[in-house]
């Protein structure tokens, strides 16, 4: 849960709608961050201290380790442009940001959710410099996930897909109903600002490998289940 961030609790789903009853008799429930379990209390009204303690956040995961991880220069894409609108339609704005990469001297490839193979997925992931996620809303992301255990560098307005201050940037600007100029400026900068350190996308996919490793997911659940 929620089956549609926006819709939730949704009537005709029994679990949704009877969501406050099954949080009342079981021990826990799992979730991935603390912006859904924020979501799932507003929009039931839930309000017990008891009732809080039983979300237990599981971190999403995933174990793709790519054996050859490409240098930052050989990298023939310098931003992927990922849209997800499973919950909210902001193809507008994903439209108008685009148009805004597209007038760089930046190579651009547009990436949508759900269009593509493991192996497209694959040959981005290593010949991509930059993602921005453009995701509304999402609870896991590990499709981002695997991009980030190739070292690609990460912007999104989620705060929690930013694993690593060193491999992803936080831009709440690209969540705005309206202008995406804000988003683009401050994207573009941080871009210019990488690039001219010459990053090590090895270390960039060592970092994320090790925190989106389904170990952790596991001890997240024996840590909660103690």
Request: with cysteine; net charge positive.
């Amino acid at each position: 849960m929620p089956n549609s961030w926006e819709s939730f609790p949704i009537e005709g789903i029994w679990q949704e709608k009877r969501f406050s009853e099954i949080l009342n008799d079981v021990k826990g429930i799992a979730v991935h961050s603390k912006r859904v379990i924020n979501h799932l209390i507003n929009r039931t009204n839930i309000n017990t201290s008891n009732m809080l303690k039983k979300f237990k956040i599981i971190r999403a995961c995933t174990n793709i380790n790519p054996k050859n991880i490409n240098l930052f220069t050989k990298r023939k894409i310098d931003i992927l442009f990922f849209e997800k609108y499973q919950d909210i339609g902001r193809s507008q704005q994903g439209a108008q940001l685009l148009n805004l990469l597209k007038n760089t001297s930046k190579k651009i490839e547009r990436l949508k959710y759900g269009n593509y193979t493991k192996g497209a997925m694959e040959y981005l992931a290593n010949n991509t410099k930059f993602i921005i996620y453009f995701s509304f809303f999402d609870t896991g992301a590990i499709g981002l996930k695997e991009f980030q255990n190739y070292g690609v560098f990460t912007f999104s307005h989620q705060s929690e897909l930013i694993i690593n201050n060193n491999t992803g940037f936080y831009v709440p600007e690209l969540a705005k109903e309206k202008d995406m100029r804000e988003a683009f400026q401050i994207i573009m900068q941080k871009i210019e600002e990488i690039t001219n350190i010459h990053p090590n996308t090895e270390l960039f996919a060592k970092i994320s490998q090790e925190i989106n490793k389904c170990q952790n997911a596991l001890n997240d659940l024996c840590e909660n289940i103690l």
